[in-house]
């Protein structure tokens, strides 16, 4: 059936797979190409369906290190791992293709270098406060340095020991990017007034900022945005709950979820529709739900 209110439906220009997911996929094919048993160490992405396509292509995933054995090829992904599970894989002559996105792998050098130089690292990142589960990339940037302070929110901040004379604060890569500034400027104070030599990165993604400046726009010329990627990706309910503020917005997983909405009537009377992905979504996904979109 012809889509009786003519909708139209946009793609924001800078949206889905940043260069460090894209990268680690890349790996994972290009070993299942050349015939290895390819093992995912834990969910390459959080994306069901990129996830899917690779263990339908042959690929296995395993979480503990325990499941591991000599004569696989281990892709380790974007998010990164503790040095002391590269070092378990070296010592027990277990091949892997490091997948690490590079930008993660120099926040995890940078804190290794602090943490000797004396300083006490901050991490600022999602880090299970409240019984949740702490985001990967923070899981492996701590361990690069010896037992760093978590920060997730202003909270946490009166909670930060002062047993320690310096501090050098890194920030998970999609974390938000204005609540980093917001927060990183709080510690700053907060340290300072209490007479502690305070340094920082901001280690947010530059692809993130892109993504979500380049939804923001295109949130202000539509009815109704749609959030596509993993309910379980920290980038992408970033990105929706800033879209969010902006105007009315859905987050789904796939067409299928779409087509749900469709049914259920949110769309009624939407003349435009902006599409965008987070970091961890593959840009054939959005095209799919805009051909769909544009011809019920």
């Known amino acids: ?25 890349n790996l994972a094919e290009e070993s299942l190409a050349k015939g290895k048993r390819v093992v995912l160490f834990k969910q390459i992405l959080h994306n069901k369906t990129t ?24 892709i380790i992904r974007a998010h990164g791992e503790s040095k002391a599970t590269l070092d378990y894989f ?24 602090k943490n000797d130089d004396g300083y006490k690292i901050i991490i600022l990142g999602k880090y299970g406060k409240g019984g ?3 985001h990967p990339e923070v899981a492996g940037t701590a361990g690069w340095c010896d037992s760093p302070i978590f920060v997730e ?25 204005k609540k980093a500034d917001e927060m ?24 993130q900022r892109r993504i979500n400046e380049s939804s923001e726009g295109l949130a202000k010329e539509v009815d109704a945005m749609i959030v596509v990627g993993g309910k379980n990706s920290s980038n992408t309910k970033e990105l929706f709950n ?41 840009i054939s996904e959005l095209e799919e739900i805009k051909n769909y979109l544009e011809t019920i």
Do not use: H, W
């Open 153 to 177: 929110d202003e909270d946490d901040i009166k909670s930060i020991s002062l047993d320690y004379p310096k501090y050098f604060l890194t920030v998970q890569t999609t974390f938000s990017c």
């Open 90 to 113: 070296k010592q027990n002559d277990i091949e892997y293709v490091d997948g690490t996105c590079p930008n993660v792998k120099a926040i995890n050098l940078l804190a290794q270098r």
């Open 242 to 282: 800033n879209l969010s503020t902006k105007t009315t917005c859905f987050l789904v997983e796939n067409l299928e979820e779409v087509k749900g909405l469709v049914v259920a009537g949110k769309f009624a009377g939407v003349k435009k529709v902006g599409l965008t992905g987070g970091a961890s979504t593959v």
């Open 184 to 207: 990183i400027a709080k510690i700053k104070d907060f340290l300072e007034r209490n007479g502690k030599e305070f340094d920082y990165r901001n280690t947010t993604c530059n692809a």
């Open 1 to 25: 059936m012809g889509n009786e209110v003519d909708m139209k439906v946009e793609i924001a220009k800078e949206c889905c797979l940043c260069f460090g997911a894209k990268r680690a996929v």
């Open 132 to 134: 949740g589960v702490m």
């Open 51 to 74: 996830t899917g396509r690779l263990l339908s292509a042959g690929a296995v995933q395993k979480d503990n290190l325990a499941q591991l054995a000599q004569g696989e090829t281990v």
